[in-house]
Nanobody
Framework: QVQLVESGGGLVQAGGSLRLSCAAS????????MGWFRQAPGKEREFVAA????????NYADSVKGRFTISRDNTKNTVYLQMNSLKPEDTAVYFC???????????????????WGQGTQVTVSS
């Protein structure tokens, strides 16, 4: 089992930045592929970004490419999502997710991941 706890959400004006963190505990974090997803009210959970166990492979949704950056620090058991040039449509609850798998594998599919955090709210005002 692994426990995931997101933090760093909040209220920011359009054009601003936030950095989300997801701290993992319980098992060997460095073997996990990690993903960030978001869910706005009345909408399905959608993929944002993913990173493989080593950090050498990343994957982004088209809507956030060039604005968001996913990274990880395996010494701190933490994955990050740096969000720049935020837009009102980025408003959502952001979740991190994990799957125990080596290699370059990541996925945009929610069902591929085994563990989820509780989420952190991001609100972008216009």
């Amino acid at each position: 089992q692994v426990q995931l706890v997101e933090s760093g959400g909040g209220l920011v004006q359009a054009g601003g930045s936030l950095r989300l963190s997801c701290a993992a505990s319980g098992r060997t974090f460095s073997s996990y592929a990690m993903g960030w997803f978001r869910q706005a009210p009345g909408k399905e959970r959608e993929f944002v970004a993913a990173i493989n166990w080593s950090g050498g492979s990343t994957n982004y949704a088209d809507s956030v490419k060039g604005r968001f950056t996913i990274s990880r620090d395996n010494t701190k058991n933490t994955v990050y999502l740096q969000m720049n040039s935020l837009k009102p449509e980025d408003t959502a609850v952001y979740f991190c997710a994990a799957r125990d798998i080596f290699g370059t594998f990541t996925s945009q599919d929610t069902s591929w991941y085994d563990y989820w955090g509780q989420g952190t709210q991001v609100t972008v005002s216009s």
